[in-house]
T-cell receptor
Framework: AQRVTQPEKLLSVFKGAPVELKCNYS??????LFWYVQYSRQRLQLLLR??SRESIKGFTADLNKGETSFHLKKPFAQEEDSAMYYC????????????FGKGITLSVRP | NAGVTQTPKFQVLKTGQSMTLQCAQD?????MSWYRQDPGMGLRLIHY???????DQGEVPNGYNVSRSTTEDFPLRLLSAAPSQTSVYFC????????????FGEGSRLTVL
């Protein structure tokens, strides 16, 4: 069965510390992978996608096909990064649904 | 450009009552979907639609109905509300089902007593 796992519910770090939000997936084939973010009192929004290989707000995500992981990383956390983060794999092909992990709350303390 | 608009933002129901959560988008998106967000459960897909006249079930469809008579609107109906349906509901749309970039509404917080 297709499955996505975010093993931690909460990560609390100090400002300037590195951040790694973990995501593991179990999918047949090669899914496309996304990270979504929900800041306080804002809409859920796309943060970045694997296929574009971009860095958004200092975050990057490396796809490791061998470990089937797509961890989100940032070298120096900022207070404004505090939010809920969701990993979301999607099957390729027509009518493919996006599946969300359970999410992790990142808290960055001053 | 309003994007995805959900109404109401808050609602309290009694067990057994019915209601409809409204969702409208003005981006001419073909794909629309409803999720519920519960603590510790993440976002779970209730129903989705790949175009007007076409709907399908997601992961947790029981107790909910949808229809898609126009491209713009995708209402979610609770037929007989139960306390287990207390949740935050999100409507989302995208250009098509394959892009993966969903645009979300602000959410509707529903409490069933």
């Amino acid at each position: 069965a297709q499955r996505v796992t975010q093993p931690e519910k909460l990560l609390s770090v100090f400002k300037g510390a590195p951040v790694e939000l973990k995501c593991n997936y179990s999918y047949s084939g090669s899914p496309e992978l996304f990270w979504y973010v929900q800041y306080s009192r804002q809409r859920l929004q796309l943060l970045l996608r694997h296929i574009s290989r971009e860095s958004i707000k200092g975050f990057t995500a490396d796809l490791n096909k061998g470990e089937t992981s797509f961890h989100l990383k940032k070298p120096f956390a900022q207070e404004e990064d505090s939010a809920m983060y969701y990993c979301a794999p999607q099957d390729t092909g027509a009518n493919s649904k996006l599946t969300f992990g359970k999410g992790i709350t990142l808290s960055v303390r001053p | 450009n309003a994007g995805v608009t959900q109404t109401p933002k808050f609602q309290v129901l009694k067990t057994g009552q019915s209601m409809t959560l409204q969702c409208a988008q003005d981006m001419n998106h073909e794909y629309m979907s409803w999720y519920r967000q519960d603590p510790g459960m993440g976002l779970r897909l209730i129903h989705y639609s790949v175009g007007a006249g076409i709907t399908d079930q997601g992961e947790v469809p029981n107790g909910y109905n949808v229809s898609r008579s126009t491209t713009e609107d995708f209402p979610l109906r609770l037929l007989s509300a139960a306390p287990s349906q207390t949740s935050v509901y999100f409507c989302a749309s995208s250009y098509d089902s394959g892009t993966g970039e969903l645009f979300f509404g602000e959410g509707s917080r529903l409490t069933v007593l």
